[in-house]
Every structure is written in C-alpha cells, then in structure tokens.
Antibody, heavy 122, light 107 residues
Framework: QVQLQESGPGLVKPSQTLSLTCTVS??????????WSWVRQPAGKGLEWIGR???????NYNPSLKSRVTISGDTSKNQFSLHLSSVTAADTAVYYC??????????????WGKGTTVTVSS | EVVLTQSPDLQSVTPKEKVTITCRAS??????LHWYQQKPDQSPKLLIK???LSISGVPSRFSGSGSGTDFTLTINSLEAEDAATYFC?????????FGGGTKVEIK
C-alpha cells in the first residue's frame, strides 16, 4: 500500500525559504494515474491546498501562494518537493503531502502523509 | 474560487444519535464534493467521494448526499470513535478548496 512521508526543517526563519520533501513508498510518482499535492493546516484551523504536480511535470498552484511556491519532482528518488519563499509567521502550519487521482471519477486525494510541523520564527 | 461553507462549526452529540453536517458551495460543483474525517494529530481520511459514493473500509453509518451547491454528510448512530473534525472538499474547479470544518464532539 502506497505511503507518503514528509521531511524537512521544523523551524524556518522569516523571509527564508521553506523546503519540504515527500517520499513515496510502495508506489511510483512516475505513474500517470496520479498527481501529487501539498496541503497545509495552521494549528486549530482548516485545510489549504497549496498546489500539485503531475507526472509530466505540469504544476498547478493556489493563486494565493503562486508567487512564492514551487513544486518539483525527482523520479529517481521517488520524491516530490515544496519550496515556499519569503515565509512569514502566517506560513506556520502542519504541511501534508497527498496523492490525488488523475482520471475521470478519481480526482480526489486519497492517500496522505502524516504531516510535518513547520514553524516560522527567528 | 469556490468557497465551501460548512455548518455547524461544532456539534455536540450523544452516542447513537444521528449527525448531519452540511456543506454549501458558492457555485455549482456538480457532484465533485468529497468528505474527510480528521482526528487530533492525524491526517485527513477520505470518507465519501463524489458526494455520495462510499469508500472501502469506511463504516456504513457514514453517508453523503447532494449535488450542485448543497451537500450533506450523515453519520447514523454515532459512535465514540467518530469524534473528529469533518471537512468537505471540492475538485470541480481550480483552485481546490476545503470547507472550514465541523467538529463533532461526544457528550
């Protein structure tokens, strides 16, 4: 069964770039059947979709974050990454990576990582 | 952007009671609405896909209905393990969005 695991620094200074990696096991990010997403959740608040990458490298970003976000994939390592630049305290959140379907009747996110907490503070 | 508005924000319920959570979309999204359950310190778990389709392994007491702009998640005969926050999520249009969540607590 496919599993996702987030990794990266738990503390990032303001104005710096937040970088996280999601490692996929028991499944391939090269499969055209899926897209790979990042979602975040500030403590005690709701979920915010950040963006996604498809197997062919095409990316979609939430317009609210688009100017600061880059999502990339590394098929050799079966990983995909999130880079969020110019962070502020408002970017403090639990960050999840998730797998979504890429076919009619299967566009929802069905497999999620456990999440990793990122705090933005000096 | 499609805004999803959930109600209520909080529901306090006794075991075996029926729970109804609503999700209203700011524009029609067909049936591209999915429901997730999130327990404290856990990631979201898919409960219902495309408004009313069941997910393998999810108890049958969870059901969904609706289309267009109005959707409902129903938990029949609530169990203590159902204490969680429930989110709706749309995949009809970009960007993907989530409802604000409904917390279900056990009395």
């Amino acid at each position: 069964q496919v599993q996702l695991q987030e990794s990266g620094p738990g503390l990032v200074k303001p104005s710096q770039t937040l970088s996280l990696t999601c490692t996929v096991s028991a499944g391939s990010i090269s499969s055209g059947s899926y897209y790979w997403s990042w979602v975040r959740q500030p403590a005690g608040k709701g979920l915010e979709w950040i963006g996604r990458i498809y197997t062919n490298g095409i990316t979609n970003y939430n317009p609210s974050l688009k100017s600061r976000v880059t999502i990339s994939g590394d098929t050799s390592k079966n990983q995909f990454s999130l880079h969020l630049s110019s962070v502020t305290a408002a970017d403090t959140a639990v960050y999840y990576c998730a797998r979504g379907g890429n076919s009619i009747g299967y566009y929802y996110m069905d497999v999620w990582g456990k999440g990793t907490t990122v705090t933005v503070s000096s | 952007e499609v805004v999803l508005t959930q109600s209520p924000d909080l529901q306090s319920v006794t075991p075996k009671e029926k729970v109804t959570i609503t999700c209203r979309a700011s524009q029609s999204i067909g049936s591209s609405l999915h429901w997730y359950q999130q327990k404290p310190d856990q990631s979201p778990k898919l409960l219902i896909k495309y408004a009313s389709l069941s997910i393998s392994g999810v108890p049958s007491r969870f059901s969904g209905s609706g289309s267009g702009t109005d959707f409902t998640l129903t938990i029949n005969s609530l169990e203590a393990e159902d204490a969680a926050t429930y989110f709706c999520h749309q995949t009809s249009s970009f960007p993907l969005t989530f409802g604000g969540g409904t917390k279900v607590e056990i009395k």
